[in-house]
T-cell receptor, first 110, second 117 residues
Framework: AQRVTQPEKLLSVFKGAPVELKCNYSYSGSPELFWYVQYSRQRLQLLLRHISRESIKGFTADLNKGETSFHLKKPFAQEEDSAMYYCALRGSSGNTPLVFGKGTRLSVIA | GAVVSQHPSWVICKSGTSVKIECRSLDFQATTMFWYRQFPKQSLMLMATSNEGSKATYEQGVEKDKFLINHASLTLSTLTVTSAHPEDSSFYIC?????????????FGPGTRLLVL
């Protein structure tokens, strides 16, 4: 069964401090992992995906298959990073949908 | 970028009535659309997967006769909540996958907030 776990409901950090949003997953095959972000009063949007190995808005995430983790990191948090972050998984076979974690609300304090 | 729209953005209805929510991909064709439901302070829960021209695939625990999904074209999918009850009050979000782009990315609509009185 597919499962995405985000252990923290809320994470508060000071501006300029490092941020790490945790995500662990359970999947029997080779999944695709994503991070989605939802800013206040806006729709859900893709932040980054593991296959791209890119850095978006200073955020990075590395897929660790051994630990089945895909933690989201940023070295210096900005106030505009405050949002709801969802880790999501999609199976690699067929036309499968995204399965989401419960989300972590990041609050960056000035 | 690709845009997904939903209509209406919010709706209030009486218990027992039916409500139809539209989801449109505005500048791309979507062979597959997904319907999610989100309760307050909770994550998105997948309700069903809708493929153009075929029957929707419902997730376990989702009543297909209650949540009717029609995906008649490559740019439109509708979700009808039949005989709505207060427990159906929720935030419904659709998502579409771009056929041309290879289906890598799901684009999300802004959501429809349903309140059943």
């Amino acid at each position: 069964a597919q499962r995405v776990t985000q252990p923290e409901k809320l994470l508060s950090v000071f501006k300029g401090a490092p941020v790490e949003l945790k995500c662990n997953y359970s999947y029997s095959g080779s999944p695709e992992l994503f991070w989605y972000v939802q800013y206040s009063r806006q729709r859900l949007q893709l932040l980054l995906r593991h296959i791209s190995r890119e850095s978006i808005k200073g955020f990075t995430a590395d897929l660790n298959k051994g630990e089945t983790s895909f933690h989201l990191k940023k070295p210096f948090a900005q106030e505009e990073d405050s949002a709801m972050y969802y880790c999501a998984l999609r199976g690699s076979s067929g036309n499968t949908p995204l399965v989401f974690g419960k989300g972590t609300r990041l609050s960056v304090i000035a | 970028g690709a845009v997904v729209s939903q209509h209406p953005s919010w709706v209030i209805c009486k218990s027992g009535t039916s409500v139809k929510i539209e989801c449109r991909s505005l500048d791309f064709q979507a062979t597959t659309m997904f319907w999610y439901r989100q309760f307050p302070k909770q994550s998105l829960m997948l309700m069903a997967t809708s493929n153009e021209g075929s029957k929707a695939t419902y997730e376990q625990g989702v009543e297909k006769d209650k949540f009717l999904i029609n995906h008649a074209s490559l740019t439109l999918s509708t979700l009808t909540v039949t005989s709505a009850h207060p427990e159906d009050s929720s935030f419904y979000i659709c998502s579409a996958r771009d056929r041309v782009a290879g289906g890598e990315t799901q684009y999300f609509g802004p959501g429809t907030r349903l309140l059943v009185l």
